[in-house]
Nanobody, 125 residues
Framework: QVELVESGGGLVQAGGSLRLSCAGS????????MGWFRRAPGKEREFVAA????????YYSDSVKGRFTISRDNAKMTVHLQMNNLKPEDTAVYYC??????????????????WGQGTQVTVSS
């Protein structure tokens, strides 16, 4: 069982930066690919970024590629999302989750944890 808690959101002006954190618990955390997702107002939840269990491979949605960076520290059981050059369209509640493969993370299939409360990111224009 993996439990995850997101933090680090806030209000920022367009062009600004935020760093989100996802704190995990459970013995299998360091063996699992992880991902960040978001749900904007009135929209479905969507994939944002994925990282392999080792941190050696990452994937991004086209909308954030080049602006966001996902990383992880297995010793501290945390996953981070560094968000730079934020845009108003990045406004959403951001969530993290785990899966058995990075492909599953990207497809949002077979996610292993219950969705948490997420962390709100609001980007003003």
């Amino acid at each position: 069982q993996v439990e995850l808690v997101e933090s680090g959101g806030g209000l920022v002006q367009a062009g600004g930066s935020l760093r989100l954190s996802c704190a995990g618990s459970g013995r299998s955390f360091s063996n699992l690919p992880m991902g960040w997702f978001r749900r904007a107002p009135g929209k479905e939840r969507e994939f944002v970024a994925a990282i392999s269990w080792s941190g050696g491979t990452t994937y991004y949605s086209d909308s954030v590629k080049g602006r966001f960076t996902i990383s992880r520290d297995n010793a501290k059981m945390t996953v981070h999302l560094q968000m730079n050059n934020l845009k108003p369209e990045d406004t959403a509640v951001y969530y993290c989750n785990a899966a058995t493969s990075t492909a599953a993370v990207q497809a949002m299939g077979g996610l292993l944890a219950s969705w948490g409360q997420g962390t709100q990111v609001t980007v003003s224009s």
